[in-house]
C-alpha cells in the first residue's frame, strides 16, 4: 500500500482528562515547550518519549520535523529518488509551515500539521489534526535551529550521541522503515549527514540549556531534566476553578446585555416545576425538557443577525424578510448537553454537529476535558454552544475556551442551556465579553458543599437518562 | 404596516408572536413562491409549534408547590383546565401535528366548512367534535385568516356546542387585518394568536402579500 510510508510523525497522547488550561478570565496558560534537538538516530523521539512517560500531564504532544521536510522542485525531488538530495541541510525544510504550526500550539490552538511521504519524497495531502497539548514538545536535527522557534522554547535540549551508534541506528531504521539500500544510505551518510552534523546541527548545541550525552542511557541526566520540568509545570498549576467562579459573583453584579432569558410564561412556568418536581416520572422528564430545549432554541436563534432579503410570494407580490443563518454548528457539551441535539435537529436543517465529553474529578467536581471533536467549518459560522445546567460555569468556560482554540470568533458563539445561575452567566460574561447567553430558568440557589443548585432539577443526566444512584 | 394592521397587532385579545429576525425569516422561506414543498412543510412546521406554544400561555394556571430532588420546596404552577383542537378542513389538519407535539393525545374535532356556490356563504357540511367539548378550552386551528368567514362560521358552530366564547383560541400564521379585526369585534370573548398580520387582501380576497393557498402548498395539491 502507498500509504504505508507516510508515518504520522506526530504523536497525541491523552492519558488522563485535561484539567483547565486557562485561567477564571478566560485566557489560555502559556503550553510549555521543548525543544530536543541532536544528530540523525541520536535518540531524540526516544528521549522525548521518556520525558512524556515521565510527567504528570494528560495532554501532550510530541512534533517531529519530519513532519515539515519542504516541498522538492522537480529537478530535486529527481534527485532524491537517486540518493543525491541533501535532506540534511537546514534549508531542507519548511520553516514557515513549522512555526504556523508551533505558534498554534504554544497559543493553545487547534492546528493541522502535515504528513511527509517518505516513499515519494514529498508532503503528502494528508494531515493531522491535533488540539489540546499542555507540554509540546517538538524534536529534530534542527529543532534549536531557528531563532523564533527558539524564542517560543520554554527548554532546549541536545541529546550527544556517539555517531558510530548513531549511524548503525540509522542504517537499521532507513531499511526497515523507509525502504533505503545500505549503499545508498551510506553514500547519503558521507556525502549529507556527516557534514550537516558537523556544519550545522552540533553548532546549534549552543542553544541548548541542557546537553544529555549518550542519549536514552543516561539515566542520570534525563532523571534531573523531567524532575526541574515537573517543577516549572507545578509552579503553574491553576487554583481551583469552580469556587473561584462563584466566588467573584456578588449580589449586586449585572449581568450583561447579552444574557437572553426565556419570557416566563405560564407554560414555561408549569413545566419548570414539573422538571423540579423530584416525583416527576422519567417519562415526563424527558417530554418536558425536550419540550424546553425547543423553546430555548427557537429563542436563542432568534438573538442571531441575520442578512436582509427580498422575496416573491405566490401571489406575486414581493416581501422583505430575511435569511436563516448560512452556516451553523451546534455543539453539545456530554453528557447532559447532548439532549439538546434533537431539538437543534428539529429547527436547524443543515447543521454541523460538534460534540465535548467535560467530566467532573469525582475528588473536587473540576472539569476534565476527555473528548472534543468539532467539524473545520466551525471557525466560519454561528456556533451554537449546548449545555442542560449552568451551575459554576467551569464547563461552559471550559466549552467556549475550546471553539475559541479552535478558531471560532466569541461574537459568533450562542450558548444556550435550561437551567442556569447567575454566578454562572456571571463567570462567562466575565471572562467572554461577546458570548451570547441564553437560558429557560434561573435559579440562584447554590448549594455550597457541591455546588448544585439546590430549588433545581438535581442532576439533570442522571434524570433525563435514568442512571440514578 | 398599515394604519389596520397597526390596530390589529394593539387589540388587546390578538397576540402576535414574538417578532424576532429568526421568526422573519422562517415566514420569508414559506411566503417565497421558489420555496420547495419539503422546506415548505418543515419551516410551516417550526412556526405552527411557536404558536401553539404561545396559545398555550393563554390557558389559565394554579398554584403549586413541589419537592425538588434535593429535598427543597418549590412554589410553581401547574397546567388547569382541559383542552382540545379543532382544526378547519382542509388546511387546518396541517396544524395538529404541531398541537400533538406539545400535548400527547389532545382530543382533536374536525370541521369541514366550503363556500354554497349558490349563496356565496360559508357552509357547514361536516363537524365531529368531542362530546365534552362544552367543558374545554378550544385551540381553533386555520393557517390564514382572510376575510375570517370559515373561522367564524366555525367558532358559532362550537358557540353552539356549548364552548364558552372566551375558551376559544385561534391559531393561524397569517391574517389580514380585515379579517382579525372582524373576528374580535364579531367575538367580544375570543382570542386571536397568529405570526404576523398582512397588507390585506386582493379583489380575489386573498391575503397580500400571503403565501397563495396553504393547504395546496403544504399538501401538495397545487397545479
Known sequence: MATDSIKSSTLMLRSAGRPPWYAADGKNDPVYM???????????????????????????????????????????????????????????????????????????????????????????????????????????????????????????????????????????RDVTERARDPIGILQQYDRFVKPAFDGFVRPTMNNADVIIPRGLDNEVAIDLLIKHIQRQLDARSQALMRPALVRQFRSEDDLSELFFRVPETNQVRAMQTILYDATTSREDFIFYSDRLSRLVLEFGLGKLDLAPTTVTTPMGVPFDGYSLAPNVTGVTILRAGGVMEKALHSVVRPAHYGKILIVGDPVTHEPRLHYVNLPPSIKDGQVLLMDSTIVSGANALMAVRICLDHGVKQENILFMSLLATPHGVHAIQSAFPKVKVVVALLDSHISEDNLLIKAGYGIFGDRYFGTEC | MSSLAAQVAEHPRFHLLPQSNQLKALMTIIRDKNTKRSDFVFYSDRVIRLLVEEGLNYLPVVEKEVTTPMGVPFKGVSF??????????????????????????????????????????????????????????VLLLDPMLATGGSAIKCAEVLKEAGVKEDHILFINLICSPEGALHMLEKFPGLQIISAEVDEGMDERKFILPGLGDFGDRYFGTED
Open chain 1, 34 to 172: 521543548v525543544g530536543v534537538a541532536g544528530g540523525s538516530a541520536s535518540g531524540k523521539t526516544s528521549v522525548a518519549r521518556r520525558i512524556v512517560q515521565a510527567l504528570d500531564v494528560p495532554w501532550v504532544v510530541i512534533v517531529s520535523m519530519d513532519s515539515f521536510y519542504r516541498k522538492l522542485s522537480p529537478e530535486e525531488s529527481k534527485q532524491a529518488f537517486l540518493n543525491n538530495h541533501d535532506f540534511d541541510h537546514p534549508s531542507s525544510y519548511d520553516y514557515t509551515e513549522a512555526l504556523r504550526c508551533v505558534r498554534d500550539l504554544k497559543q493553545g490552538k487547534a492546528t493541522s500539521i502535515p504528513q511527509y511521504d517518505f516513499a515519494k519524497h514529498a508532503p503528502s495531502t494528508e494531515s493531522q489534526r491535533v488540539y489540546g497539548a499542555s507540554v509540546v514538545i517538538f524534536e529534530g536535527i534542527f529543532a534549536l535551529y531557528d531563532p523564533t522557534l527558539l524564542s517560543m522554547m520554554d527548554m532546549k535540549v541536545f541529546v550527544d550521541t556517539d555517531s558510530d551508534i548513531c549511524l548503525a541506528r540509522r542504517i537499521k
Open chain 2, 80 to 137: 388547569e383546565g382541559r383542552i382540545c383542537g379543532v382544526s378547519i378542513m382542509r388546511a387546518g389538519e396541517s396544524m395538529e401535528q404541531g398541537l400533538r407535539d406539545v400535548c400527547t393525545s389532545v382530543r382533536i374535532g374536525k370541521v369541514l366548512i366550503q363556500r354554497d356556490e349558490r349563496t356565496a356563504l360559508p357552509t357547514l357540511y361536516y363537524s365531529k367534535l368531542p362530546k365534552d367539548i362544552a367543558d374545554r378550552w
